[in-house]
């Protein structure tokens, strides 16, 4: 079967979309302080308080958002690049859930406190899924 240039776009795209999510994890795994977009979400008085617990909150966001993007980058190598049926579905929904949340999660924190968080870099990672599942889909149709 003939690998279409919509498929190997696919799988450039939902390559590009584990690195992104391997590099967020290492940066969010390894922060010192609070980022500044987080940080305006707390009082300045309670910073020093919530420091602890948002450090250890960050490790556990970085070390699952790294592992989901090397989770992603074995699918997207293997068994999505040999066109198992399901994989870009299932890669598509594994990502879109975590960018709807954190999308859900900016809009409120944004909401609540006047932090300048948005869902913007979320609307365009879910674009970038939406057109690797797309290249997938009609790259498949083409092939046949």
Known sequence: MRTSILQWTSVALFMLLSLFL?????????????????AAAVPEAARHEVKPLYLALMKLIGGSSAALGLLGAYMTLGPLRRGVPLAATALAVTYAIPVL???????TLAKLTGAPTSWHIMGVLLA??????????FGNRGGR
């Open 128 to 137: 970038v899924i939406a057109l690797a599942y797309g290249a997938r889909v």
């Open 101 to 107: 949340t954190a999308a859900y999660v900016a809009e």
């Open 22 to 38: 391997i590099a967020f994890g290492l940066l969010y795994a390894n922060v010192n302080d609070m980022l500044f977009f987080h």
